[in-house]
C-alpha cells in the first residue's frame, strides 16, 4: 500500500533526515521518500502491520504533523 503526506514543515535536508528516519523505523514500513521541493512524503507500507494514522502520528511526534 502507498501513501503520499504533505508536511509543510519540511524545508531542507534535515527535516528530510529527520522525517524519513522516523516513518522508516516503524515496522511494516518499506520505503521512505521526503521531499523538500513538493513538502511530501510518499511511503511504501504493509497495511497488515502499520496504517497511515500510524505513520501520521509518527511524523506529528518528530515535530512534522501531515497537513
Ligand atoms: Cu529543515
Do not use: W
Not at 2 to 22: E, F, M, W, Y
Not at 47 to 56: A, L, Y
Amino acid at each position: 500500500m502507498q501513501a503520499t503526506l504533505k508536511v509543510p514543515r519540511i524545508h531542507c535536508d534535515g527535516c528530510v533526515n529527520t522525517v524519513t528516519s522516523a516513518v522508516r523505523k516503524l515496522p511494516g514500513v518499506q520505503t521512505v521518500q521526503a521531499s523538500e521541493v513538493t513538502k511530501e512524503v510518499r511511503v511504501e507500507f504493509d497495511p497488515g502491520q502499520v496504517s497511515e494514522q500510524k505513520i501520521r502520528a509518527a511524523l506529528s511526534l518528530v515535530g512534522y504533523p501531515p497537513a
